[in-house]
């Protein structure tokens, strides 16, 4: 079955600067991978999600590239902000099943 | 719209003894999933169901029984509670039927807590 990797599990970042959180998944089925943000005491809500076919997609200060040559996907916030505080959750899938990283929490210092 | 409502938010029950979260979603959504949340091991799948009237399980069952009631409302029961029960579910729903490359709507989670 599919296995999601997702480092770091925590980071810390001053506001203002840019984090990035990398996901390795290992089937190479897989074609379609979300990105989620757990705020505390909610359910994840969708941020992004690239396919396949794409390498990179960006949405404001938010962007995710893709390597599906080396199984590798990314996330990037640029600009953070308090609000971008949060855990964030990679995931996999091979249009059947689903599989989610172990998720990062994400701190921006003020 | 509410979305994905689950009820209830809190839990504590006895070991051995039995309850259900219930989980209805206002979007006409076609499948369902039960999820819970451990922490270091993200969200894994105890159930879903693709379109109303089937069920299927995920990656982690036991002990765990679903019920899709109608195509608004999809139930977990814990028959027997254990303390490895202790978690936070959550219930998701999506428009693709049968398929999971579509955005997941969730709930705001149900914490049970086994003693």
């Known amino acids: 079955g599919e296995n999601v990797e997702q480092h770091p599990s925590t980071l810390s970042v001053q506001e203002g600067d840019s984090a990035v959180i990398k996901c390795t998944y290992s089937?190479?089925?897989?074609?379609?991978f979300p990105w989620y943000k757990q705020e505390l005491g909610k359910g994840p809500q969708l941020i992004i999600d690239?396919?396949?076919?794409?390498g990179e997609k960006k949405d404001q200060r938010i962007a995710v590239t893709l390597n599906k040559t080396a199984k590798h996907f990314s996330l990037h916030i640029t600009e953070t902000q308090p609000e971008d505080s949060a855990v964030y959750f990679c995931a996999a899938s091979d249009d059947y099943k689903l599989s989610f990283g172990a998720g990062t929490t994400v701190t921006v210092r003020a | 719209n509410a979305g994905v409502t689950q009820t209830p938010k809190f839990q504590v029950l006895k070991t051995g003894q039995s309850m259900t979260l219930q989980c209805a979603q206002d979007?006409?959504?076609?499948?369902m999933y039960w999820y819970r949340q451990d922490p270091g091991m993200g969200l894994r799948l105890i159930y879903y169901s693709a379109s109303e009237g089937t069920t299927d399980k995920g990656e982690v069952p036991n002990g765990y029984n679903v019920s899709r009631l109608n195509k608004r409302e999809f139930s977990l029961r814990l028959e027997s509670a254990a303390p490895s029960q202790t978690s936070v579910y959550f219930c998701?729903?999506?428009?693709?039927?049968?398929?999971?490359?579509?955005?997941?709507?969730f709930g705001e989670g149900s914490r049970l807590t086994v003693l």
């Open positions: 089937d190479s089925a897989s074609n379609y």
């Open positions: 690239i396919r396949s076919n794409v």
């Open positions: 998701a729903s999506t428009q693709s039927q049968g398929s999971n490359t579509g955005e997941l709507f």
């Open positions: 979007m006409n959504h076609n499948s």
